[in-house]
């Protein structure tokens, strides 16, 4: 099973940035699409962004043009950097493997201000 744990999170008025990070246990990493999913209250958990290893990427189009998602695979570490921040991106925030498995973290709380 793969331990995941990401940080980074916290406050921030619209328009401000943050960058999240996720380390994931184990040996599987280079190998495996990561995702950023994100959950705000009373909604589905989504997925924002995931790259492949050869670091082909995919956004969703509600984060496309600010936000960006990297991998260091000698680290197995994702990130994703998070630019021009909106209320709307309020959310708890998870890494996983894509498509999701069941071993979660515990997340990171992201709050956008207005």
């Known amino acids: 099973q793969v331990q995941l744990v990401e940080s980074g999170g916290g406050l921030v008025q619209a328009g401000g940035s943050l960058r999240l990070s996720c380390t994931a246990s184990?040996?599987?990493?280079?190998?495996?699409?990561m995702g950023w999913y994100r959950q705000a209250p009373g909604k589905s958990r989504d997925v924002v962004a995931r790259i492949t290893p050869g670091s082909t990427i995919i956004y969703a189009d509600s984060v496309k043009g600010r936000f960006t998602i990297s991998r260091d695979n000698a680290k197995s570490t994702v990130y994703l950097q998070m630019n021009s921040l909106k209320p709307e991106d309020t959310a708890v925030y998870y890494c996983n493997r894509f498509p999701a498995l069941d071993d979660w973290g515990q997340g990171t709380q992201v709050t956008v201000s207005s």
């Open positions: 184990g040996s599987v990493f280079r190998f495996s699409i």
